[in-house]
């Protein structure tokens, strides 16, 4: 796959799908999130829906830069120190993972895409479109929060989860059980579970890539950068479209809410059975809602 150049050195991992004339769509992935995890069902209803898909590796996962010499996260002391209203130092911020989705859009020579972030993706793309306001034709926020305080907190197997560390054992068969454990907490209640597909994926992924120390940086970046894109949601002039899981047990509906009542003009899609993931039989669906929006854009 090729690899486009970005800030601190870094380099970019990304693949594009669809027509290559199509209107360009910018997937920004949460945390730890690598190209193959986004969900090939979505992906092929966006490509069969015209767009050129552009997907990448966030910089500190996959194949794109890692940063080594930071050394695990310490999570627990992070999230002590974002409570006591302290400084959370980090190696990078959302605002870079931000800037290398734009960059990446420069290397391809793309002067405008639809931004569309999942979860932690979500918060990037926030960023994006505000930072970034000439390249965002329009946003897509899927599963995320618009990190204001005082939001409903995550569950508390949801909360417990997301601190813990990954797969410790460091095994394939760790990686395969702890997404089963995963979906298991953030799933979707209302429609069935694929195992063999949860295994045959995570086992993909960790012959790609293990890294559970980047993902725990992203999550660094994130507490380090959580208040600082509130102030400038309301400067969002992209047509923005927030969708959610009305049973997500990681990001509560109310968090995507407040997103949508802050971004003037913002419209909101909630899917009844919906946890922390993209069900396939909800991919059509997305997509249909994410072309709406671009049609939005003129």
């Known amino acids: 796959m090729p690899r486009a150049p970005s800030t601190q050195g870094v380099e970019i991992e990304y693949v594009t799908y669809g027509p290559d004339d199509g209107p360009a769509l910018l997937l920004v992935g949460g945390l730890g999130v690598q190209i193959p995890s986004w969900s090939e069902r979505l992906i092929q209803e966006l490509a069969g829906r015209g767009f050129r898909v552009i997907a990448y590796d966030n910089r500190d996962c996959g194949l794109s830069t890692y940063f080594d010499s930071w050394g695990r996260a310490d999570i627990g002391t992070a999230?002590?120190?974002?409570?006591?209203?302290?400084?959370?130092?980090?190696?990078?911020?959302?605002?870079?993972?931000?800037?290398?989705?734009?960059?990446?859009?420069?290397?391809?020579?793309?002067?405008?895409a639809h931004i569309v972030g999942s979860s932690n993706g979500g918060a990037i793309a926030q960023i994006f479109a505000y930072r970034h306001r000439e390249k965002t034709a329009t946003l897509v926020s899927i599963m995320?929060?618009?990190?204001?305080?005082?939001?409903?907190?995550?569950?508390?197997?949801?909360?417990?989860?997301?601190?813990?560390?990954?797969?410790?054992?460091?095994?394939?068969?760790?990686?395969?059980?702890?997404?089963?454990?995963?979906?298991?907490?953030?799933?979707?209640?209302?429609?069935?579970?694929?195992?063999?597909?949860?295994?045959?994926?995570?086992?993909?992924?960790?012959?790609?890539?293990?890294?559970?120390?980047?993902?725990?940086?992203?999550?660094?970046?994130?507490?380090?950068?959580?208040?600082?894109?509130?102030?400038?949601?309301?400067?969002?002039?992209a047509p923005t479209l927030v969708i959610h899981g009305k049973d997500d047990p990681l990001v509560p509906v109310a968090s995507g809410q407040?997103?949508?009542?802050?971004v003037a003009g913002a419209d909101i899609l909630v899917i009844?059975?919906?946890?922390?993931?993209y069900p396939d039989a909800v991919c059509g669906r997305i997509a249909s809602a994410i072309a709406s929006n671009a049609a939005r854009a003129g």
């Open 272 to 277: 009844a059975g919906m946890g922390h993931e």
């Open 79 to 112: 999230f002590k120190q974002a409570r006591a209203k302290e400084e959370v130092k980090a190696p990078y911020k959302l605002e870079d993972m931000a800037d290398d989705g734009a960059a990446v859009l420069d290397h391809l020579g793309i002067k405008q």
């Open 258 to 262: 407040d997103l949508a009542d802050t």
């Open 144 to 237: 995320a929060t618009s990190g204001r305080r005082g939001l409903p907190r995550p569950s508390d197997k949801a909360n417990e989860w997301l601190g813990r560390p990954k797969n410790p054992s460091g095994t394939r068969e760790g990686a395969i059980q702890e997404a089963l454990e995963a979906n298991d907490i953030l799933g979707s209640p209302g429609y069935p579970r694929n195992d063999a597909a949860l295994k045959a994926k995570a086992g993909m992924l960790y012959d790609r890539a293990f890294y559970p120390d980047g993902a725990s940086r992203h999550l660094l970046a994130s507490i380090a950068s959580a208040d600082g894109r509130v102030p400038h949601l309301s400067s969002i002039t």
